[in-house]
């Protein structure tokens, strides 16, 4: 036991608190200490009966059977590797910053839910996190099962065939990397590599809930490819510490 908490212990604290309530919540669930039907998004129970903690609870609650319980696992495994390497790599010492993305990815998936009758968010959230690390580490040759190897920006979709195969929907992966798509394109892609405005900052107050443990922007993400290659032009000086990739199943 001194071992799983050791191990539970190491796990960065944002992966840590989001790791426990999905595992917490189906556990609550399946034994019924609390209905899952309160557990679900339900559009009229959460606008017409204010059911508030619904998106909060859907974002957690999966319901684990004997027909679900290796896609729960294996998700739940996605979301350990992949909120681990984000939040230990791009967005390391700057936890504010990693709390906003998924705050605002939750949001968006929120609100997709709310209009597609979408029921359970905890695969899209994880979704939208492994795409915004693969394409933090896009030009990555990542392994898979069977030894298959690829990009690490094919990885989502690679992900998203997987998933449907082991009984999965294919809308909840879809829509998980279309919003960790508009994360990574307003945060990164537009500004950066297009030169348009920031539309995304972290507000003030989750840096002065959660400060960050070191200045500047360094290991803040993977510039895109223009400024890769502008940097290289100028020999490498000035140059950040923009994160660096892992391969799949890497402890």
């Known amino acids: 036991m001194s071992d799983i908490g050791d191990w539970f212990r190491s796990i960065p604290a944002i992966t840590?608190?989001?790791?426990?309530?999905?595992?917490?919540?189906?556990?609550?669930?399946?034994?019924?200490?609390?209905?899952?039907?309160?557990?679900?998004?339900?559009?009229?129970?959460?606008?017409?009966?204010?059911?508030?903690w619904r998106p909060i609870t859907a974002t957690f609650y999966f319901p684990v059977g004997p027909?679900?319980?290796f896609l729960y696992l294996v998700n739940l495994y996605f979301l350990y590797q992949y909120s681990t390497r984000l939040e230990?790599?791009?967005?390391?010492?700057?936890?504010?910053?990693?709390?906003f993305m998924l705050l605002?990815?939750?949001?968006?998936?929120?609100?997709?839910?709310?209009?597609?009758?979408?029921?359970?968010?905890?695969?899209?959230?994880?979704?939208?996190?492994?795409?915004?690390w693969a394409q933090l580490n896009r030009d990555m040759i990542v392994s898979f099962w069977f030894g298959t190897r690829f990009k690490a920006c094919y990885l989502p979709w690679v992900i998203l065939g997987f998933n449907y195969i082991i009984g999965g929907s294919v809308i909840n992966e879809l829509i998980g990397n279309l919003v960790g798509h508009l994360y990574f394109f307003l945060m990164f892609r537009?500004?950066?590599?297009?030169?348009?405005?920031?539309?995304?900052?972290?507000?003030?107050?989750?840096?002065r809930w959660l400060p960050s443990r070191r200045g500047g922007v360094s290991g803040f993400g993977v510039p895109p490819a223009s400024m890769r290659r502008a940097a290289d032009q100028n020999g490498g000086g000035g140059r950040h510490n923009w994160g660096q990739g892992f391969r799949l199943g890497d402890q």
């Open 88 to 99: 230990t790599g791009a967005f390391d010492g700057r936890p504010a910053d990693y709390l």
């Open 104 to 132: 605002f990815n939750w949001i968006c998936i929120v609100i997709t839910g709310l209009a597609m009758d979408m029921q359970l968010l905890l695969i899209p959230l994880i979704m939208s996190v492994l795409y915004v």
């Open 67 to 69: 027909g679900t319980g």
């Open 190 to 207: 537009y500004p950066m590599d297009l030169g348009g405005r920031n539309f995304l900052s972290t507000p003030q107050f989750l840096y």
């Open 16 to 52: 840590r608190y989001w790791f426990a309530a999905t595992v917490a919540v189906p556990l609550v669930g399946k034994l019924g200490l609390i209905s899952p039907a309160y557990f679900f998004l339900w559009p009229e129970a959460f606008l017409y009966r204010f059911q508030i």
